[in-house]
């Protein structure tokens, strides 16, 4: 079952916005701008948001004028506005405005997800809020080199490592040299994820610590 739903305008081309661990549970809706009427939906949803070329939109009942809001902190607002109304999610998370558009104030993590078995994927996973994505499907997909290069290309985020995650385990990556890299339980990865952003601790010192114990 979808927990958001997210309007597709015909002028915005899905390829070109980035993706978001929140968009394996949405139901994406294309949609007329001509005849869409937010108001309207609003008697159907409590909240959705509408993707625009350069931002979304975020519409709640409380908030039926929307809010303008930046495509790297997609995951973090769409994480927050399933049981807060936007407001609230503002005083509580690292928001702030500019130019009208909402956004976080620390650059997203980047995580490359299995598509179909991901523990990143489920609800409630606080350490994923400030993140975008990439998803993979197969096992022969999983390139820690390939990620690496993709990873250099996102200009906007988190740039000296990155995160893979299959089933229940992690890998965080050193961007520059995939083959540095340390593997991690979801028990471990606020702890290890947050040191690194950070740059409390290297990747480095957590294989050593590894080794160590």
């Not at 993590?109 to 991901?118: G, I, K, Q, T, W």
Request: glycine share 2%.
């Amino acid at each position: 079952m979808s927990m958001y739903t997210i309007f597709v305008p015909g002028h915005v081309d899905r390829s070109k916005i980035q993706s978001c661990l929140r968009d394996a549970c949405s139901s994406f809706v294309d949609i007329d701008v001509e005849t869409f009427d937010a108001k309207a939906e609003l008697k159907q949803h409590e909240r959705f948001i509408v993707l625009d070329n350069d931002y979304f939109v975020t519409y709640q009942k409380q908030h039926p004028e929307g809010v303008k809001c930046d495509y790297n902190s997609r995951n973090l607002i769409m994480s927050h506005i399933m049981y807060s109304d936007i407001i609230s999610v503002r005083h509580r998370t690292p928001l702030i405005e500019k130019n009208g558009v909402w956004a976080c104030e620390a650059p997203p993590v980047l995580y490359f997800v299995f598509r179909s078995d991901a523990d990143a994927l489920s609800p409630n996973n606080a350490t994923e809020d400030n993140t975008i994505a990439e998803f993979y499907d197969s096992e022969e997909e999983e390139d820690f080199e390939k990620f690496a290069q993709i990873a250099k290309t996102k200009d906007s985020c988190v740039s000296h490592f990155f995160v893979v995650n299959r089933g229940p385990d992690y890998y965080a990556v050193d961007t520059s040299d995939p083959n540095v890299r340390c593997k991690f339980s979801r028990s471990l990865k606020a702890k290890i994820i947050g040191d690194l952003e950070i740059k409390k601790a290297t990747i480095q010192h957590f294989i050593e610590e590894e080794k160590n114990l």
